[in-house]
Nanobody, 121 residues
Framework: QVQLVESGGGLVEPGGSLRLSCAASGSIFRIDRMDWYRQLPGKQRELVAAITSSRSTNYADSVKGRFTISRDNAKNMVYLRMNSLKPEDTAVYYC???????????????WGQGTQVTVSS
């Protein structure tokens, strides 16, 4: 079994910063792309940032220049550093990873349970 567990969410004032972490654990042979998504109530989940195993990154236009995604392949972790936070960044943030649990197994996507980020004064 594979689990993704996010941490680091919370309440922050506009202009503040937070760092989200996501740890992948279980039977993991290899992790390819790792992403951060977010979801507002009543809205579709949207991609915020993505990072490949070679650390190539991609960001949503709304967070470019403010958010930074990074990963530690040795620890099977992905991070999202969020600076200059705005009220519209308020959402539940989810970690997603494409994981292979053995050399011959298929790749499978896994999701974390989500962590709430609230930006408010």
């Amino acid at each position: 079994q594979v689990q993704l567990v996010e941490s680091g969410g919370g309440l922050v004032e506009p202009g503040g910063s937070l760092r989200l972490s996501c740890a992948a654990s279980g039977s993991i042979f290899r992790i390819d792309r790792m992403d951060w998504y977010r979801q507002l109530p009543g809205k579709q989940r949207e991609l915020v940032a993505a990072i490949t195993s070679s650390r190539s990154t991609n960001y949503a236009d709304s967070v470019k220049g403010r958010f930074t995604i990074s990963r530690d392949n040795a620890k099977n972790m992905v991070y999202l550093r969020m600076n200059s936070l705005k009220p519209e960044d308020t959402a539940v943030y989810y970690c997603n990873a494409n994981i292979q649990f053995s050399r011959d197994s298929r790749w499978k996507q896994y999701w974390g349970q989500g962590t709430q980020v609230t930006v408010s004064s």
